[in-house]
């Protein structure tokens, strides 16, 4: 078995097509051993022979190996990563993804139970928050094309919902651009009062930003920038360690 | 066919004899057991699924582990890791059309706030090969537990639909079809999906189908069909023209 998978690893973009006799010399097995796993392979629908040349290239049954892992969702990929943040920060760790003009929070993990009952304890997974006053939706805007955050934050009521809330859309649109640069996104007491976040994206395999993390403190007092110089860096590395278990590479950005 | 059934259900329907390693069999199997629905599982399952003892499930699932395609979650259980795509993004990384599909899928999202994807024929099914799941309303719910790797009954869903019809292979029931190429399909990917996709076809190369899915009741047909059919289309024409002049190819990636 351990061969076999080793057969499947060869094949990459730069040598999509190998014969027996390579693959039989690059992983030191017999030509025979080789050409059982191949038709083993073959058989199963991973490999494939090219008719012209003989040799073998990969076949689809290739791509729905990963099928479980593209299934999962996003929120099974993020939640050992947003765990983590939760447990080391003490915080509350939350992932987002847009949906409209509202964030739709895909999971939520408490770092410690809160003694005051926290304002913002009634998120739950599932939640829709509206993305102009919260941290993670601040992210999913500015990372959009502009024509659609233009459009979407057209549409946006930018109700007050606390002393803090922004509610020009001039103001938002600057704050945004310092958001895309800066790649962290601060909510200050945007959503409620005694409530402070900070978010940073999360890319799929194409690069585009497609989700948030977010981490809230709420309870007690709150200063958005001690969160900021707290916790900015295990932010910045859970986004980017969910970036790369969905999928996105480094090296492509 | 038969390589689906060889590798979805019990090893034992798969080929048999002494030009088979049976080992790699069941540890494929065993990984193709990790699925949207059943995304963890534990040894007694996997076991009882391969029709072998929990030892023997043990060694698979370790050799797996070892080889970093399976991963441990909590309670002593198991999880695809990331190397199980592997496979998959190097078959995707070695067709052309797929990888110039890729900016002009991004871009179709982009436009659009719709998931955008590509599809291509395996036998009577559809396979889709790439998702990218939009932002705007319903998407994300829409799109839950789909993803490269998808697997329908081609009929099922519009861009198997498109493929169809470019096979020649729609005599019977009178199909989808616009005059413009453009394929609307509802319910098929999940009931409330309402799939647009078209037909790419190049020289030398598998056909391929873009699809953009939206929720059914978040667009009429008629909305569907105009601004991102247009959108659709447009995207199809690029890819469909040959790839050799590189000023076409920066008219794409802009």
């Given at each position: 078995?351990k061969?076999g998978?080793?057969?499947?690893?060869e094949f990459t973009?730069?040598?999509?097509?190998?014969?027996?006799a390579?693959?039989?010399?690059?992983l030191d097995?017999?030509?025979?051993?080789?050409?059982?796993?191949v038709?083993t392979l073959v058989?199963?629908?991973?490999?494939?022979?090219e008719d012209?040349?003989?040799?073998?290239r990969?076949?689809?049954g290739?791509v729905?190996?990963g099928?479980g892992?593209n299934?999962?969702?996003l929120c099974?990929?993020?939640?050992?990563h947003?765990?983590?943040l939760a447990?080391r920060?003490?915080?509350t760790?939350?992932?987002?993804?847009?949906?409209g003009?509202?964030?739709l929070?895909l999971d939520?993990?408490r770092?410690?139970p809160?003694?005051?009952?926290?304002?913002?304890?009634s998120v739950?997974a599932?939640s829709?928050?509206?993305a102009y006053?919260?941290?993670?939706?601040?992210?999913?805007?500015?990372?959009l094309?502009?024509?659609?955050?233009?459009r979407?934050i057209?549409?946006?009521?930018?109700?007050?919902?606390s002393?803090?809330?922004?509610?020009?859309a001039?103001?938002l649109?600057?704050?945004?651009?310092d958001v895309?640069s800066?790649g962290?996104?601060v909510?200050?007491?945007?959503?409620?009062e005694?409530?402070?976040?900070?978010?940073?994206p999360?890319?799929d395999?194409?690069?585009?930003?497609?989700?948030?993390?977010?981490?809230v403190?709420?309870?007690?007092?709150v200063?958005?920038e001690?969160?900021?110089?707290?916790?900015?860096?295990?932010?910045?590395?859970?986004?980017?360690?969910?970036s790369r278990?969905i999928?996105?590479?480094e090296?492509e950005e | 066919m038969?390589?689906?059934?060889?590798?979805?259900?019990a090893?034992d329907?798969?080929?048999?004899?002494?030009?088979?390693?049976r080992?790699?069999?069941?540890?494929?199997?065993?990984?193709?057991?990790f699925?949207?629905e059943?995304?963890?599982r534990?040894i007694a399952?996997?076991?009882?699924?391969?029709?072998?003892s929990?030892?023997?499930?043990h060694?698979y699932a370790?050799?797996?582990?070892?080889?970093?395609y399976?991963?441990?979650?909590?309670m002593?259980?198991?999880?695809?890791?990331?190397r199980?795509?592997?496979?998959?993004?190097?078959l995707?990384?070695?067709?052309p059309?797929?990888r110039?599909?890729q900016?002009?899928?991004?871009?179709?999202r982009?436009?659009?706030g719709?998931?955008?994807?590509?599809?291509t024929?395996?036998?009577?099914?559809?396979?889709y090969?790439?998702?990218?799941?939009?932002?705007?309303?319903?998407?994300?719910?829409l799109d839950?537990g789909?993803?490269?790797?998808?697997?329908r009954p081609?009929?099922?869903?519009?861009?198997g639909?498109?493929?169809?019809a470019r096979?020649?292979?729609?005599?019977h029931?009178p199909?989808?079809?616009?005059?413009?190429?453009l394929?609307?399909?509802?319910?098929?990917?999940?009931a409330?999906a309402?799939?647009l996709?078209?037909?790419?076809?190049t020289?030398?190369e598998?056909?391929y189908?873009i699809e953009?899915t939206?929720p059914?009741h978040?667009?009429?047909?008629?909305?569907a069909?105009?601004?991102?059919?247009?959108?659709l289309r447009?995207a199809?024409?690029?890819?469909?023209?040959r790839?050799?002049?590189?000023r076409?190819?920066?008219r794409?990636a802009s």
């Amino acid at each position: 078995m351990k061969r076999g998978l080793a057969i499947l690893a060869e094949f990459t973009p730069e040598r999509p097509l190998l014969g027996i006799a390579e693959l039989a010399e690059r992983l030191d097995m017999s030509r025979p051993t080789t050409h059982r796993y191949v038709s083993t392979l073959v058989s199963l629908g991973y490999l494939e022979q090219e008719d012209a040349s003989r040799k073998y290239r990969l076949a689809l049954g290739a791509v729905e190996l990963g099928a479980g892992l593209n299934a999962m969702g996003l929120c099974m990929h993020a939640r050992p990563h947003l765990h983590a943040l939760a447990h080391r920060s003490g915080q509350t760790a939350e992932l987002a993804v847009l949906d409209g003009r509202e964030i739709l929070v895909l999971d939520r993990v408490r770092g410690r139970p809160t003694r005051r009952s926290g304002t913002r304890e009634s998120v739950r997974a599932g939640s829709r928050l509206p993305a102009y006053c919260t941290a993670m939706g601040k992210v999913l805007l500015a990372y959009l094309p502009a024509p659609a955050q233009k459009r979407l934050i057209s549409e946006m009521a930018l109700t007050r919902r606390s002393l803090r809330t922004i509610t020009s859309a001039t103001a938002l649109d600057d704050q945004l651009q310092d958001v895309a640069s800066e790649g962290l996104a601060v909510e200050d007491e945007e959503l409620l009062e005694g409530s402070c976040a900070i978010a940073a994206p999360v890319r799929d395999e194409s690069g585009d930003v497609t989700a948030a993390v977010g981490l809230v403190a709420c309870g007690g007092h709150v200063d958005a920038e001690e969160i900021v110089e707290h916790y900015e860096g295990p932010v910045f590395a859970t986004a980017r360690r969910v970036s790369r278990r969905i999928g996105w590479r480094e090296d492509e950005e | 066919m038969e390589k689906i059934a060889a590798s979805m259900v019990a090893p034992d329907s798969a080929p048999a004899g002494n030009r088979t390693s049976r080992s790699l069999v069941y540890g494929l199997t065993l990984l193709r057991q990790f699925t949207a629905e059943q995304p963890v599982r534990g040894i007694a399952e996997l076991a009882e699924i391969l029709n072998v003892s929990r030892p023997t499930a043990h060694r698979y699932a370790s050799t797996c582990l070892e080889l970093g395609y399976l991963e441990q979650a909590p309670m002593r259980r198991y999880r695809l890791a990331r190397r199980a795509a592997e496979p998959g993004l190097a078959l995707l990384g070695s067709l052309p059309l797929v990888r110039r599909a890729q900016p002009v899928l991004r871009e179709l999202r982009r436009r659009s706030g719709r998931t955008a994807s590509l599809a291509t024929l395996d036998g009577a099914d559809v396979l889709y090969l790439q998702r990218l799941c939009g932002f705007a309303p319903g998407q994300y719910e829409l799109d839950r537990g789909l993803g490269a790797g998808t697997r329908r009954p081609a009929r099922h869903t519009a861009a198997g639909e498109a493929l169809l019809a470019r096979s020649g292979e729609h005599t019977h029931r009178p199909r989808r079809i616009r005059d413009d190429g453009l394929v609307v399909v509802d319910g098929g990917l999940r009931a409330d999906a309402r799939g647009l996709a078209v037909a790419i076809q190049t020289p030398g190369e598998r056909t391929y189908a873009i699809e953009a899915t939206v929720p059914a009741h978040a667009m009429s047909v008629g909305d569907a069909t105009g601004e991102l059919g247009d959108a659709l289309r447009a995207a199809a024409a690029v890819l469909q023209r040959r790839p050799a002049a590189p000023r076409a190819t920066q008219r794409v990636a802009s």
